[in-house]
């Protein structure tokens, strides 16, 4: 994955990208096949919230659809 800047939410962590491939889990690096939550957000990008499978671990990321 990509990772052109991050910032920090309540509970996850969100990458902002600009690969539209599946990530891997930033603690294990377990690849990870579905988003357990997405959001499109009106300023221009699709919100992903993902938790691993092998260790929990939670983490959005963001993709940006115009600049």
Do not use: K
Request: charged share 20%; hydrophobic share 40%.
């Amino acid at each position: 994955m990509m990772v052109q800047s991050a910032r920090q939410t309540s509970a996850f962590q969100a990458l902002a990208t600009s690969n539209l491939s599946r990530p891997n889990c930033p603690e294990c690096g377990n690849a990870l096949l579905v988003a357990e939550e997405s959001l499109f957000v009106m300023s221009g990008r699709i919100d992903h919230a993902w938790s691993c499978d092998d260790c929990g671990n939670e983490f959005v990321t963001s993709i940006r659809l115009w600049r």
